[in-house]
C-alpha cells in the first residue's frame, strides 16, 4: 500500500494565490491601457477627418427593387378528389376511424385510417406531399387542426397512395 509523503513544511498556498492574483490583475490593467488607448487615437482620426466635400448634400441612394411575380398557384383541387390517409397517433381506439368517417361526410374522397407506428403524439397534424400545401391548409381548416407540414420519412408505399395524412395526436 502506498502512502502520501509528507512535505518537511507546509506549501505557502495564500501565499502564492495572493501573488498570482497580483500578476492577474496586473494583466488586466495593462489590457485595458493597451485598449483605451486604441479607443482614443480612432476617435481623434474619425474627428479630424475632414469630409470630401462640405458642402455638396448627398441625395438619398434609391434602390431599384424588380418584383419577381411569384408563379400563379393552382386551383384547389376538389375535395372529392383527394384521398387522406388518417392515422391514429393517439392510443385511443376508434379515433382514426371517427375522423375517417367525418371527413367523408366533409366531402372528402377516398379516406382510409389505420394506427400510426407510435401512439405518443401530443398534437394533431396534417402532412402533405409536395404540390398539396394548399389542400393540407384546407383540410387542416375542416379538421381543426393546427400544425400543418410537408411529409418527411413516409415512403409513398406507407401513405397508400394519399397525398395528404391526418395524424390525431393527444389534443
Do not use: C
Not at 66 to 75: C, F, G, R
Not at 118 to 123: K, P, S, V, W
Request: charge should be positive.
Amino acid at each position: 500500500m502506498e502512502h502520501a509523503e509528507h512535505l518537511p513544511r507546509a506549501f505557502p498556498w495564500r501565499a502564492a494565490t495572493v501573488v498570482v492574483g497580483a500578476i492577474a490583475a496586473l494583466e488586466l490593467v495593462v489590457l485595458i491601457g493597451i485598449g483605451a488607448t486604441h479607443i482614443a487615437s480612432s476617435l481623434r482620426t474619425h474627428k479630424t477627418a475632414a469630409p470630401a466635400h462640405p458642402a455638396r448634400v448627398t441625395q438619398p441612394v434609391r434602390r431599384h427593387v424588380v418584383k419577381v411575380a411569384a408563379s400563379p398557384p393552382h386551383a384547389l383541387r376538389a375535395r372529392t378528389r383527394l384521398s387522406v390517409l388518417v392515422l391514429n397517433g393517439n392510443g385511443v381506439s376508434g379515433a382514426a376511424g371517427r375522423e375517417a368517417v367525418s371527413l367523408q361526410t366533409l366531402g372528402y374522397g377516398s379516406t382510409r385510417s389505420q394506427d400510426a407506428p407510435r401512439h405518443d403524439y401530443a398534437r394533431s397534424m396534417v402532412l402533405y406531399r409536395p404540390g398539396y400545401v394548399q389542400e393540407a391548409r384546407r383540410l387542416a381548416h375542416d379538421a381543426r387542426v393546427a400544425l400543418v407540414a410537408p411529409v418527411d420519412g413516409m415512403t409513398k408505399a406507407q401513405l397508400k397512395g394519399s397525398p395528404l395524412v391526418v395524424v390525431l395526436g393527444g389534443n
